[in-house]
C-alpha cells in the first residue's frame, strides 16, 4: 500500500479502537462501530458496496453492512488494519492511494472530531498539498449541491472553484479543512466564510459533499 494511504488506514483504525465501539462520529446516525462496518463493506463487499452511491442496491448495502456490524468490534479493527483482501480493487497501490487517502483522513477526523476532547492535527506539508490535489480535483462534485457560488481558497491564495453561481461565498482553510467542508462537515471544520450573509448561512446548512 501507498504512504499517504497506508498511514491514514492505520491512524483511523487506532482512533476507532481508542474510541470504542458505541462513540459518536461526525457521520450522522452511526456510531464508531457502524463507520467501521462501512469501511471493511467498502473494501471487502463490492457487490454490496456500490449501494454508496446506486440507489438500486442501497438495501442491500444496508443490509450487508448491518451484518458486518454485529461482528465483533476487535475483528473490524483488524480487518480495517490488515487492509484490503488481494481480489479488491483496493489492494492495487495505485487505486488505494487515489481512492482512500481522502477516505480515511475524513473518517479519521469524524472520529477524532467527534469527541468532546479533540484537537486539531497538524499536518505535514507534503500530506497538505496532496490533500489540495484532491480537493481542486473533485471540487466541482463535492459542490455540485451548493445553492451558492462555492470557492475554495488556501491561505496562500490558491483556489479551487467547487460551484460556478451568484452569490458567492469564499471558504478559507487549510487543504484538510477545506475537504471537510466540502464533505458536508461543515460544522466540524476550521474555515472563514466569506460573502453575503444570507448566502453564507445557506451554505452552512447545505448537503455537501458525495
Known sequence: MSTHAKRERLLLADLLEAAGPEAPTLCHGWT???LAAHVVVRERRPDAAGGILLGALK?????VQAEFA???YEELIQLIRTG??????YAVKQVDEAA?????YIHAEDVRRAQPDWSRRDLDPVFADVLWSRAEKTARLLGRKSPVGLVLRRPDGQTAVAHKGTPVVTVTGEPGELLLFAFGRQDAATV?????K???ARLHTAELGM
Not at 84 to 89: G, L, Q, T
Not at 100 to 104: G, K
Open 192 to 196: 472563514d466564510l466569506e460573502g453575503d
Open 59 to 63: 438495501n442491500r448495502l444496508e443490509r
Open 32 to 34: 464508531a462501530r457502524d
Open 70 to 72: 454485529s461482528k465483533p
Open 84 to 89: 484490503p483482501p488481494r481480489f479488491s480493487p
Open 100 to 104: 482512500n487517502t481522502i477516505e480515511f
Open 198 to 200: 444570507e448566502a453564507v
